[in-house]
């Protein structure tokens, strides 16, 4: 018999989930420890921002995906692309996405409380 | 019966990090706060750039459009993430500048792979490496 080490999020019973969404641990397989603070989607209108406030008073960790004008499936924001354009940034109290693709689309954030020194 | 568990960065007493009000960057872990699991991870390789883009995909049937990561290795050993060239910040699109760019995409069926080629290049092979994992987007 394997072993296998197992730590729930609050308010899950370790042993009564096999969905690795409910743990802050999954040793099953290997895990990246960010500790996430907020998660959400937003749909922007083409050409405007949209603010969602963190206030944890430094810069955070944060990743948005969105969907492609192109395909209409989704891809990590960075800083640049070829056919289309989301942009964010971040600073000590907000992560700003900006929608640039040409029409009202959707973008799903992660904000984690790790700081970037 | 619940608990905490928790592992504190070096330094850092794990009882005093305990201690309210916590902050959750004195820890390399605490079961409060989710963090991201590595469902699936695989590689393509050697895969052959002959179009403009050429797109190679993978099945994952997550029925979710799934949170990933994804690099691609060009030939001159540079490696990017997505919506990334593989050149050296000079310039883009000569094939004297580099290769080309590459662009990962999901959706709930698919991850895909967009490798363009630069103007003038001739076809190339790539390696691609990703780690799908459990997050929903």
């Known amino acids: ?117 | 019966m619940s608990g905490i568990f928790a592992i504190s960065k070096s330094g850092i007493d794990v009882f005093d990090a305990l201690e309210s009000p916590v902050d959750p960057n004195d820890f390399i872990i605490h079961s409060g706060y989710s963090t991201f699991k590595i469902l699936v991870q695989g590689k393509l390789l050697n895969q052959t750039v002959s179009g403009q883009p050429t797109t190679f995909s993978v099945a994952h049937n997550l029925g979710y459009i799934p949170n990933f990561y994804s690099f691609c290795k060009f030939p001159d050993d540079k490696v990017v993430m997505n919506g990334e060239f593989s050149y050296d910040f000079t310039g883009h699109y000569p094939a004297s500048n580099g290769y080309g760019y590459f662009v990962a995409e999901a959706d709930s069926t698919y991850l895909y792979f967009l490798v363009y080629r630069n103007d003038g290049a001739s076809n190339f092979n790539v390696n691609i490496k990703y780690f799908i994992f459990e997050v929903v987007l």
């Open chain 1, 1 to 117: 018999m394997s072993i296998i080490a197992r730590v729930s999020l609050p308010g899950i019973d370790a042993l009564g989930s096999t969905d690795p969404r409910d743990f802050a641990l999954f040793a099953d397989s290997d895990n990246i420890l960010i500790k996430e603070k907020a998660r959400g989607t937003v749909s922007i209108a083409d050409g405007y921002n949209e603010t969602i406030a963190h206030n944890l008073g430094y810069f955070p960790h944060v990743y948005v995906w969105a969907q492609s004008p192109t395909s209409g499936r989704w891809r990590l924001v960075n800083g640049y692309t070829i056919n289309g354009s989301w942009r964010f940034y971040v600073n000590e109290t907000n992560l700003i996405i900006g929608n640039r693709s040409g029409a009202t689309r959707s973008a799903t954030y992660f904000i984690f409380y790790d700081d970037i020194p």
